[in-house]
């Protein structure tokens, strides 16, 4: 049995030295091939390649698609939000849920090098190859949103009348072949995320507001 110290610690205080530990890498699902085992670090953004006895890092894999500086903080370092998650192994392929994006991260297990990001529903959670290896599903947590509660359409014995019981998942079916223009993909998921940084129109005036 061996433990290994994923990622860097966060720490308070002004040096790694001194402060007081307040959390870590935070490692969300793991997934072992033949020469390695591959870890998750939400907090990190990254994926641990581990040696198979668990005893030394091998590498450690940088996720974010996002290179532009409204993504970096002062210091040039990517912002962090990817928040990677479950994982799936096959052949020479690691795919990757990042919930803080929305998408499905492609990593290259001999190159260790990502290859790119796939748009997928709201939340990603987990991921399943299909035994032929020919098709991706991918679970998300949140899916479409919440939904109304109320309305003459609406049958509360489905799911309940309660906003939180409303989150309606939903599945992202995806072809894994070399159909798949990873290079599009990939810019879609940064414009998705870029969303917020639109401008938009301003509301118009408002004098009374009922609830």
Excluded at 11 to 36: C, F, K
Excluded at 56 to 70: D, G, H, N, R
Excluded at 192 to 201: P, V
């Amino acid at each position: 049995i061996a433990s290994l110290r994923l990622g860097a610690p966060i720490e308070t205080g002004t040096d790694r030295t001194g402060g007081h530990v307040v959390g870590g890498a935070s490692p969300s699902a793991l997934t072992a091939g033949e020469n390695a085992v591959y870890v998750s670090l939400a907090h990190e953004d990254a994926i641990a390649v581990v040696y198979p006895d668990g005893k030394s890092l091998k590498a450690q894999i940088s996720l974010p698609p996002f290179t532009t500086p409204e993504f970096q903080d002062r210091d040039g370092h990517p912002l962090r939000g990817v928040m990677p998650g479950g994982l799936a192994l096959s052949a020479n392929r690691l795919y990757v849920t990042e919930s803080g994006i929305n998408a499905l991260g492609v990593i290259d297990v001999d190159t260790q090098r990502v290859i790119g990001h796939l748009p997928v529903g709201w939340s990603p959670s987990a991921v399943l190859v299909s035994p032929d290896g020919k098709t991706l599903y991918v679970a998300n947590s949140k899916g479409k949103g919440t939904g109304p509660n109320g309305g003459s359409n609406f049958n509360s014995s489905l799911h309940g009348a309660y906003v939180g019981e409303l989150e309606l998942g939903s599945i992202s079916i995806i072809p894994a072949d070399a159909s798949l223009d990873f290079e599009a993909q990939t810019a879609r998921v940064v414009e998705d995320n870029r969303a917020a940084l639109a401008q938009s129109n301003p509301l118009p005036p408002l004098r009374h507001v009922f609830l």
